[in-house]
């Protein structure tokens, strides 16, 4: 089975400061998406970045980014240059290629301070 | 471009009592259909999907259903609430062929007493 590890419950990083969250993931699948969504206070989910296990490229939009180790199974979100607004719950999930089922991990509590 | 809606926001509700909640997403056609479940502090759990009118499957056994009457309509319901219930539920959907992105909606918060 698929599972998803998000090893730190909360987090917390300076204004204009970069921060780097942990996800590592389990799958027996050969080819699957990884993504990173954010949840505010509003709750509503919003997707951050995706990747995808095949390309070797990290994938990268505007100030978050992320390295994608394959091999580690790992996926971590760098966010630079951090900025009140990014104040959210991040949740990792994977899902395998050509299927509808997302495993997510249990959050990433993140504080931006002034 | 797509929007998804969901009704109430917030609701309370005795044990007991019915439940309905409604999805709609604007803007796509055919889209695949997701009810999430987020207890407390807690990750997501899928509920149910659908990758069509009148085409359900669940996830998890529970006092819970959920239907789709319309294309791009989706309502999760219950006959009696339990206090277990109780939780924040997100409507997702992804484009029809495409699974590999799912996007969500505000939610509903919803509080059994």
């Known amino acids: 089975a698929q599972t998803v590890t998000q090893s730190q419950p909360e987090m917390s990083v300076q204004e204009a400061e970069t921060v780097t969250l942990s996800c590592t993931y389990d799958?027996?699948?050969?080819?699957?998406?990884l993504f990173w969504y954010k949840q505010p206070p509003s709750r509503q989910m919003i997707l951050v970045i995706r990747?995808?296990?095949?390309?070797?490229q990290n994938a990268t939009e505007n100030r978050f980014s992320v390295n994608f180790q394959k091999a580690a199974k790992s996926f971590s979100l760098k966010i630079s240059d951090s900025q009140l607004g990014d104040t959210a719950m991040y949740f990792c999930?994977?899902?395998?290629?050509?299927?509808?089922?997302?495993?997510f991990g249990t959050g990433t509590r993140l504080k931006v301070l002034a | 471009s797509q929007t998804i809606h969901q009704w109430p926001a917030t609701l309370v509700q005795p044990v007991g009592s019915p439940l309905s909640l409604e999805c709609t997403v604007e803007?796509?056609?055919?889209?695949?259909l997701y009810w999430y479940r987020q207890a407390a502090g807690r990750g997501l759990q899928l509920l149910f999907y659908?990758?069509?009118?009148?085409?359900i499957s669940s996830e998890v056994p529970q006092n819970l259903s959920a239907s789709r009457p319309q294309d791009r309509q989706f309502i999760l319901s219950s006959k009696k609430l339990l206090l277990s219930d109780s939780g924040f539920y997100l409507c997702?959907?992804?484009?029809?062929?495409?699974?590999?992105?799912?996007?969500f909606g505000p939610g509903t918060r919803l509080l059994v007493l």
């Open positions: 799958t027996s699948e050969s080819n699957y998406y």
């Open positions: 999930a994977s899902s395998p290629k050509g299927t509808y089922k997302y495993i």
């Open positions: 803007g796509t056609s055919n889209p695949n």
């Open positions: 659908s990758v069509g009118i009148g085409q």
């Open positions: 990747q995808e296990a095949y390309k070797q």
């Open positions: 997702a959907w992804a484009p029809a062929g495409r699974l590999e992105t799912q996007y």
